[in-house]
């Protein structure tokens, strides 16, 4: 058994992925904009990942853009077959590295496109719609276009499952109704748990959740206390982040990203992170 696979795995509709995954975006440049600094190291983190028994990469074609999806290529295709690459859609960058919606059929169609050619691929594993009507969390809003047209390119074989991005309980039941949702993607962590209901839902469902910034939106109370909690675990702050979400539900796959094989390491050793109570119910109480 590889280190990430102990952490179990959960299905995005018929593909079984460890929980433990990897989230590519700050392969890119500064500001997820340009080539890597060092792109030999951004090959030797996708490399170490996938060698450590990750099969969960999560990426986009606005990563860059196009950066991260030409170095996942350049190093790991022809892909395992245990590998799922999770994309999304539904930005575009501008030239002054500016985030841009891009929600129509046309723009999203070319996403895919621009996904598939980029990454090597004939039909994308699972594609996300990142829902960008607010850039700083969900609001309500109706996405039946932008689904209805990733519906249809899913229903011509480009894609195989669908996940959503950014968005609420009520967009979700609305995407349900269009076609079915593997992975749900929201910002959840230790202090921000506005989505706890909505985890317990989807876990019931068999919908995953994808959290995204493990460490982010942290008041200094709250990161001094992850960081004492971290000191009695012998572990980092992140460590300790991302085993909680671990142990929240079994539904929850993590993707922190990082471009240095050193942090990738220490965030894979999570997985083996066991939290006694005391420092559970610490930890619980945080947000």
């Known amino acids: 058994m590889t280190e990430a696979t102990r952490a179990g795995t959960f299905q995005l509709g018929d593909l079984p992925v460890t929980?433990?995954?990897?989230?590519?975006?700050?392969?890119?440049?500064?500001?997820v904009f340009g080539p890597p600094k060092d792109k030999a190291a951004a090959l030797a983190v996708l490399r170490a990942a996938v060698e450590s028994g990750i099969t969960h990469i999560d990426t986009s074609d606005f990563y860059g853009p196009h950066?991260?999806?030409q170095l996942i290529r350049?190093?790991?295709h022809p892909y395992s077959d245990a590998l799922t690459i999770v994309t999304k859609v539904g930005a575009r960058r501008g030239s002054d590295a500016s985030w841009n919606l891009a929600s129509s059929a046309a723009e999203l169609e070319s996403a895919v496109h621009d996904n598939l050619r980029n990454l090597g691929l004939d039909v994308l594993d699972v594609v996300n719609f990142r829902v960008m009507l607010n850039v700083g969390g969900p609001v309500e809003g109706d996405i039946e276009a932008p689904?209805?047209?990733l519906a249809e390119l899913q229903n011509k074989g480009l894609i195989r499952h669908i996940g959503l991005s950014n968005v609420t309980a009520k967009q979700i039941a609305q995407g349900?109704?269009?076609t079915e949702i593997v992975s749900v993607q929201n910002m959840y962590n230790l202090a921000h748990r506005h989505d706890?209901?909505?985890?317990?839902h989807l876990e019931k469902e068999g919908i995953a959740y994808v959290p995204y910034f493990p460490l982010g939106g942290f008041s200094p109370l709250q990161a001094d206390a992850l960081s004492h909690v971290a000191e009695q675990c012998g572990a980092t702050p992140m460590q300790v982040a991302l085993a909680?979400?671990?142990?929240?539900a079994p539904n929850i796959?993590?993707?922190?990203?990082?471009?240095?094989?050193e942090h990738l390491q220490q965030n894979i050793q999570s997985v083996n992170l066991q939290l006694p109570e005391h420092l559970l119910s610490s930890l619980d109480n945080m947000g």
Do not use: F
């Open 19 to 31: 929980r433990m995954g990897y989230g590519a975006m700050q392969l890119a440049g500064p500001h």
């Open 67 to 69: 950066v991260t999806n």
């Open 74 to 76: 350049e190093v790991l």
């Open 147 to 149: 689904l209805t047209a």
């Open 176 to 178: 349900r109704t269009i």
């Open 196 to 200: 706890d209901a909505l985890i317990d």
């Open 244 to 248: 909680w979400l671990l142990h929240r």
């Open 253 to 261: 796959l993590l993707i922190p990203g990082t471009s240095s094989v």
